[in-house]
């Protein structure tokens, strides 16, 4: 049964910076590629980054490159995402997603429909 649970949403003043973290069970991260994903209220579900289970690569949306940084720590089962230069549009529910396909993920290949499991969310609140 795969699950992946998500933590360390909370609130944050623009500027500053948090870390999430996503613990994986049922699943190898050695066979999945890994998406960050966030939906603010009104907004449609956009993919903030993924890392890829072969070589480890990574990709990010232009709206987070240069301030968002995904990792990832097998042995720990747990994808991470450090958030920095936190802005107010970055406040939403970050959730995050595997997909055991071959495709070589980018950002431009973050479709929904590909994942094939997904966390429940952690919520980012920016506010000064």
């Known amino acids: 049964q795969a699950q992946f649970v998500e933590s360390g949403g909370k609130l944050v003043q623009p500027g500053g910076s948090l870390t999430l973290s996503c613990v994986a069970s049922g699943f190898s991260l050695d066979y999945y590629t890994i998406g960050w994903f966030r939906q603010a209220p009104g907004k449609e579900l956009e993919g903030v980054s993924c890392?890829?289970?072969?070589?480890?690569?990574?990709d990010y949306a232009d709206s987070v490159k240069g301030r968002f940084t995904i990792s990832r720590d097998k042995a720990k089962k747990t994808i991470y995402l450090q958030m920095n230069s936190v802005k107010p549009d970055d406040a939403a529910v970050y959730t995050c997603?595997?997909?055991?396909?071959?495709?070589?993920?980018?950002?431009?290949?973050?479709?929904?429909?590909?994942?094939?499991?997904w966390g429940e969310g952690t919520l980012v609140t920016v506010s000064s």
């Open positions: 890392i890829n289970f072969n070589d480890g690569s990574t």
């Open positions: 997603a595997a997909y055991n396909g071959d495709i070589h993920m980018t950002i431009k290949s973050m479709f929904p429909g590909l994942m094939n499991y």
